[in-house]
């Protein structure tokens, strides 16, 4: 599996520190050319490797963590997105009109047709992201959800292997609407930091 991270804000670059924590090698790539991130990724660890765009987006698993609003001009760099998994760790608050009451995710997963996606990592802040998943025996909780049971299993493996404990909600509609906004209010397990105990 190849992970591309694409976006590298505060949120970009706590996840950047959790790959690297675990020496698992990621792509990074945002607007900026892969030379002006360079130094950050390197900064980061050695296994974060900045690149362009078009080179991230070869990777099996990409995480979007661009500001919401950007997501369709990613969208557009690829001209088919078939065959890979789209990692939403994005927001929309508060909720734009344009979604006519859909899940954010369901909206993004329209302009990355032939995708696989699943609604993962947005629930914490960047600090709780880029810090050690791993606390008193316990393991810091993320949140899954997604249409495609398919897709999410590979996803909360990797949640894992970052150190981290999946939880997963069913789909986007069903239990992913604790993790979307709506209107004008946070979903009830935006922001919340739980751990889960090794049984």
Request: hydrophobic content about 45%; proline content about 7%; charged content about 20%.
């Amino acid at each position: 599996m190849s992970y591309a991270i694409v976006g590298f804000g505060k949120i970009g670059q706590a996840l950047a520190h959790a790959f690297a924590r675990k020496n698992i090698e990621v792509t990074v790539a945002s607007r900026r050319p892969p030379e002006a991130l360079a130094p950050q990724a390197r900064a980061i660890g050695p296994t974060v490797v900045a690149k362009s765009l078009r080179d991230a987006l070869e990777a099996d698993t990409i995480i979007l963590a661009v500001p919401f609003g950007e997501h369709r001009e990613v969208a557009k760099a690829l001209p088919s997105w078939t065959g890979k998994t789209i990692i939403d760790a994005m927001n929309a608050f508060p909720v734009p009109e344009e979604l006519h009451g859909l899940p954010s995710s369901a909206f993004v997963a329209k302009a990355f047709a032939g995708a696989k996606l699943v609604k993962g990592f947005n629930h914490l802040g960047a600090p709780k992201l880029a810090a050690d998943p791993i606390v008193e025996g316990g393991h810091r909780v993320v949140f899954l959800s997604g249409d495609d049971e398919d897709a999410t299993a590979p996803v909360a493996a990797l949640a894992k292997q970052l150190g981290f404990a999946p939880v997963k909600l069913g789909k986007l509609n069903e239990g992913g609407a604790l993790v979307h906004a709506r209107g004008r209010t946070w979903g009830p397990l935006i922001f919340q930091d739980l751990f889960k105990k090794e049984q």
